[in-house]
């Protein structure tokens, strides 16, 4: 697999589109576990999507995938071979924070999925590679790869001994945080380390993921951004000094909270990420603008994204960036502590988009900040904007302010697109909304001062330009003005909005 195809962009499910998927015919935005072995067809083949996420973690998946797209789909697939041609890459759950319930089932999947392939004559199996979502040690990435390989053995050697298996598995770590996108390379070292200790060879390259929305919601936008070009940065000096090829993922979402990457987005996410070599196109980027557009934007990422020179920060950078995103998360957490109370009747009225399981109890985890359980990121980012207080601002006005000269000029170099990005988001907020917000929670007024003083920085208007953003703005009073009337009402409230922006959170 050394000289295999690295794609470019990968579909996942994350259930952030505001209107039904252009495959649907009861246009229905809601996409269960069952239509998802169609969904994953229909945008390998129209859009040409290279690759597509399964996604185990915290959800229901179907193990039959493959038996299914093979069964439904034979042509396509013996022209657009599996493993070769076209990626699915499963999102194994993580054993050491949720139920393992799903691993076993994922697994055996890769291993079904081989023998079927191989009965049909294909030439390749068509799962090879897999996600270790919130990764954070080299060991539990070489446990994944250690227990495939003794499920592997053990199938082969009692189940089916004329058809032996394949017993190696290629491992993607998703680092989350901050601190562990920021030592990627040093989990990496470590991993190539125990990698040849147990297997006996060295990886001829590393696809590594970088995640850009729960950084986002954990941290903040300022501490998201500056540690996603960090670990970039950094992954590609390592690279270099171990002489392995590294291909960093982003999952980004449409939102600039969540990485901002849109089909009107993809030239501002060049610019912003370049060394990124497989960008994530979620469900708003192929479901909320039309097929042409989605197109358009898929085939210039798959165009640019391979040969882009990656980001490049020097030592003395790189150190003023981690003081600048250590303060940011101060002032991000502060003030987000006293919101949440507030923003509950709006979490508990948002849409749902796909069958998950509980993010808490028995089966899954929460996402926490300072004790105070969160949603997840698509959920937090679209409740923030139906009250007209894009999230991208909490914090951001405040920490910009408190930088002197020298980490100003450092921020400012390496986000060259901030002040465009933030003359749009102005687009987005209601003051008038804000107000009454802001007699609730004395907190509001710190967002506010976020508002103005990045208002008064780069000098734009706090108001709606197009038709679609005014009745954007409109809505957003009525859901603060309304937002303990039935949850109902206001999830009506929240999708329309939604489909105004393009994109549900």
């Known amino acids: 697999m050394s000289d295999r195809h690295i794609p470019a962009v990968m579909g996942t499910q994350h259930p952030d589109n505001a209107n039904a998927p252009f495959w649907d015919s009861s246009q229905q935005p809601f996409i269960s576990a069952y239509r998802e072995t169609r969904e994953a067809y229909e945008n390998f083949k129209i859009l040409d999507i290279e690759e597509y996420m399964w996604d185990w973690e915290g959800k229901h998946a179907d193990a039959a995938v493959i038996d299914r797209l093979f069964s439904t789909h034979y042509e396509y697939f013996k022209g657009h071979q599996l493993g070769r041609d076209k990626f699915l890459t499963f999102r194994f759950p993580n054993i050491w924070e949720e139920k393992g319930y799903n691993l076993m089932q994922a697994m055996t999947a890769f291993l079904s999925s081989e023998d079927f392939a191989h009965d049909l004559g294909f030439d390749q199996r068509p799962l090879f590679e897999a996600i270790l979502p919130m990764a954070k040690r080299a060991n539990q990435i070489i446990e994944m790869q250690d227990l495939f390989q ?9 189940f089916t001994p004329s058809e032996a298996n394949t017993p190696y598995i290629e491992m993607i770590p998703l680092f989350e945080e901050f601190e562990t996108q920021y030592h990627a390379p040093e989990i990496l070292k470590e991993y190539l ?9 060295r990886p001829k390259y590393l696809r590594v993921f970088l995640a850009g929305s729960d950084s986002a919601l954990s941290a903040g936008f300022m501490s998201s951004i500056v540690g996603n070009k960090l670990a970039l940065a950094r992954l590609h000096r390592f690279a270099e ?57 898929i ?21 003023l960036l981690i003081e600048v995103a250590e303060k940011s998360t101060k002032y ?13 009747p709006i979490f508990k009225a948002f849409p ?40 991208e601002f909490i914090g951001f006005g405040r920490a910009l302010q408190s930088l002197d000269a020298t980490h100003l000029s450092t921020l400012v170099r390496h986000y060259p697109s901030m002040k465009k990005d933030f003359t749009e988001l102005a687009r987005f907020v209601n003051l008038d909304a804000l107000a009454i917000l802001k007699t609730h929670s004395s907190a509001w007024a710190e967002v506010e001062e976020d508002i103005l003083f990045l208002q008064e920085l780069f000098n734009f208007e706090i108001k709606p330009e197009t038709l679609e953003e005014q009745q954007h703005h409109e809505i957003a009073l009525q859901v603060v003005q309304f937002q303990h009337s039935a949850p109902v009402a206001l999830t009506a409230l929240i999708n329309s909005m939604a489909q105004l922006r393009h994109f549900l959170g």
């Not at 380390?193 to 060879?201: A, N, P, S, W």
């Open 193 to 201: 380390r125990l990698h040849e200790k147990h297997f006996g060879f």
């Open 332 to 344: 991000y957490r502060a003030t987000l502590d006293q919101l949440i109370p507030d923003m509950q």
């Open 352 to 391: 749902k988009r796909r069958d998950r399981r509980q993010h808490v109890g028995v089966l899954g985890y929460s996402r926490s900040v300072d004790n105070i359980e969160l949603p997840r990121a698509i959920n937090f980012t679209g409740a923030f904007y139906s009250i007209g207080v894009p999230p």
């Open 241 to 297: 000094e171990e002489n392995i090829a590294i291909y960093p993922i982003s999952g980004t979402g449409s939102p600039i909270f969540r990485g901002g990457l849109s089909p009107r987005r993809v030239e501002r996410y060049l610019t912003e990420f370049p060394g990124v070599r497989t960008a994530t196109v979620q469900s708003a980027f192929r479901y909320d603008f039309s097929i042409d557009e989605a197109q358009a934007g």
């Open 150 to 158: 003794r499920l592997a053995q053990f199938k082969s050697s009692t």
């Open 299 to 319: 085939a210039y990422l798959k165009e640019h994204l391979p040969q882009a020179k990656p980001l490049e920060i020097n030592d003395r950078d790189e150190q």
